[in-house]
């Protein structure tokens, strides 16, 4: 079984960090006030929050701090970046009797793809109906009704799905939103389209000034448990596993990303068996108010500052929860063991996590280096083969990296089934760049898995924000010694 650990070749790219949250939230999750006045309020029906499966806790208010140095980025922009077609454009339309959502289509489209559309729109919200999620939000009169509005434009090239820039009153940022979308007769490519942008209204009904990375992962990660088809699923998983370098928070909200694999992971380690639970959760509890007039979201608290405050809440750290996510992405696909994330082997070997060195015992002492740095939340992995190890064998691990960037390290011990055997936690320290650790008896093994993550800046008061882009990669070596 060893021969599933083995190195896999390939190099890859590269790619800041934050303070933490502002004022505690809650959508009928948690009670709590704001530090901001509410805009007027409006007529608009309550917001039902999603039923979370555990507590999640807002991040608590932050001090007022300094006029910073830099203008850093709040959010994304408030502006759409697409407009609604006019009734010129789409003068087809086709309504569902048993669900709230209209299919818009253009005169060159084939009434084939608008039923075909419809019927996927359908199925993906009888399927968030059925998980007890809430809604897109109602968006009358702005596409003739309340129904969700999808626009099929044989010019569009992807399907797009764009917040209204509609206020909705007093409470917390949130939006309407309606889909852009090219007719296509390809049934399952259409069907997942159709389940991430649903999804991806969802999200934006929680929080609409959310960070567009957590947009895509939520989307993608609804749609796989709304939708049956898996291709682009497959390619989004493929793409970040081959890539473990980088940051899964880089996607935008509209394609899918492999990041889906995130809150699967935090759904299974946290949740009580209710699926889009916790995910939907995180997101009405780091909702924002942003001030009238603003050309960005206030995004604060964003998800990771409410992921910082739960996890905390637990006795534990957001850096821990990102070393646990390492180490069961290192079991996806053909190498998944069946214990760190369910239903994963299905990837089968496009699921396998690139590994950046594969080195036998005896070829030791060696010291390594990635080919490309690791950015803010991106992982890296080396694989120690244990082949001929003599009896009581020991593996001296030392790791160095670049300042200021916090990394923290996992020694995996793996059987010779290819299944976890326990594991080693190198605690990083903030304000320093150095990790060692020495573990005895790793004979009878099939290796040892190096497990790394950045955690961000070693900087408390600036945590990672993944709202300051470009993030700043940072390297390491690490040697490894009999």
């Keep these: 079984m060893r021969d599933r650990f083995r190195h896999v070749a390939g190099r890859a790219l590269a790619g800041r960090a934050r303070a933490a949250g502002a004022a505690a939230i809650a959508l009928g999750l948690l009670a709590g006030g704001a530090t901001r006045a509410a805009p007027p309020a409006s007529a608009s029906a309550p917001l039902p929050a999603p039923s979370a499966s555990a507590p999640l806790l807002a991040p608590s208010a932050a001090p007022a701090a300094s006029e910073p140095a830099e203008v850093?980025?709040?959010?994304?922009?408030?502006?759409?970046?697409?407009?609604?077609?006019?009734?010129?454009?789409?003068?087809?339309?086709?309504?569902?009797f048993e669900q709230p959502v209209c299919v818009h289509a253009?005169?060159?489209?084939?009434?084939?793809?608008?039923?075909?559309?419809?019927?996927?729109?359908?199925?993906?919200?009888?399927?968030?109906?059925?998980?007890?999620?809430?809604?897109?939000?109602?968006?009358?009169?702005?596409?003739?009704?309340?129904?969700?509005?999808?626009?099929?434009?044989?010019?569009?090239?992807?399907?797009?799905?764009?917040?209204?820039?509609v206020a909705f009153g007093a409470g917390h940022d949130r939006a309407s939103a309606f889909t852009l979308m090219p007719p296509t007769h390809t049934a399952c490519a259409s069907e997942e389209a159709v389940a991430r942008s649903i999804?991806?209204?969802?999200?934006?009904?929680?929080?609409?000034?959310?960070?567009?990375?957590?947009?895509?992962?939520?989307?993608?990660?609804?749609?796989?448990?709304?939708?049956?088809?898996?291709?682009?699923?497959?390619?989004?998983?493929?793409?970040?596993?081959?890539?473990?370098?980088?940051?899964?928070?880089?996607?935008?909200?509209?394609?899918?990303?492999?990041?889906?694999?995130?809150?699967?992971?935090?759904?299974?380690?946290?949740?009580?068996?209710?699926?889009?639970?916790?995910?939907?959760s995180l997101l009405a509890v780091a909702a924002q108010r942003t001030p009238p007039g603003s050309w960005e979201y206030a995004n604060e608290p964003d998800v990771f500052d409410a992921l910082r405050a739960n996890m905390r809440q637990r006795g534990s750290s957001l850096d821990e929860l990102l070393l646990d996510f390492a180490v069961a992405r290192a079991f996806v696909g053909s190498r998944?063991?069946?214990?760190?994330?369910?239903?994963?082997?299905?990837?089968?070997d496009l699921g396998r996590v690139r590994f950046e060195w594969s080195v036998p015992y005896g070829s030791l002492p060696r010291r390594l280096a990635p080919a490309a740095p690791i950015d803010t939340t991106g992982m890296t992995y080396l694989w120690i083969d244990l082949a001929g190890a003599p009896p009581h064998a020991e593996l001296t691990f030392v790791a160095d990296w670049e300042l200021p960037a916090l990394f923290r390290w996992a020694l995996v011990k793996v059987d010779k089934d290819g299944a976890e055997a326990g594991r080693v936690?190198?605690?990083?320290?903030?304000?320093?760049?150095?990790?060692?650790?020495?573990?005895?008896?790793?004979?009878?093994?099939?290796?040892?898995l190096v497990v790394g993550v950045n955690a961000g800046s070693i900087d408390r008061s600036h945590p990672f924000d993944p709202d300051e882009q470009p993030l700043m990669p940072h390297s390491y070596t690490v040697t490894l010694a009999k």
């Design 199 to 280: 999804a991806h209204a969802i999200a934006l009904r929680l929080d609409a000034g959310a960070e567009g990375g957590a947009l895509a992962m939520t989307s993608s990660y609804l749609a796989t448990l709304a939708s049956g088809c898996g291709v682009d699923e497959l390619a989004a998983v493929d793409e970040l596993q081959r890539f473990p370098e980088r940051s899964f928070m880089l996607a935008t909200g509209d394609r899918a990303t492999g990041a889906l694999l995130f809150p699967w992971f935090f759904e299974h380690a946290y949740g009580h068996g209710a699926p889009g639970a916790l995910i939907t």
């Design 425 to 448: 936690e190198v605690a990083g320290i903030f304000g320093d760049s150095h990790a060692e650790r020495t573990v005895a008896k790793v004979d009878g093994l099939a290796g040892v």
């Design 336 to 348: 998944s063991d069946g214990m760190h994330l369910p239903d994963v082997a299905r990837y089968g």
């Design 72 to 96: 850093r980025s709040t959010g994304r922009e408030v502006a759409p970046r697409h407009a609604r077609p006019t009734a010129a454009e789409v003068p087809d339309r086709a309504c569902s």
């Design 106 to 165: 253009g005169p060159r489209v084939s009434p084939a793809a608008t039923l075909w559309t419809l019927r996927h729109a359908e199925q993906a919200f009888r399927a968030y109906r059925a998980l007890r999620l809430p809604l897109p939000l109602d968006d009358a009169p702005l596409g003739g009704d309340g129904a969700y509005d999808i626009y099929l434009l044989p010019g569009q090239a992807d399907a797009v799905t764009t917040a209204d820039l």
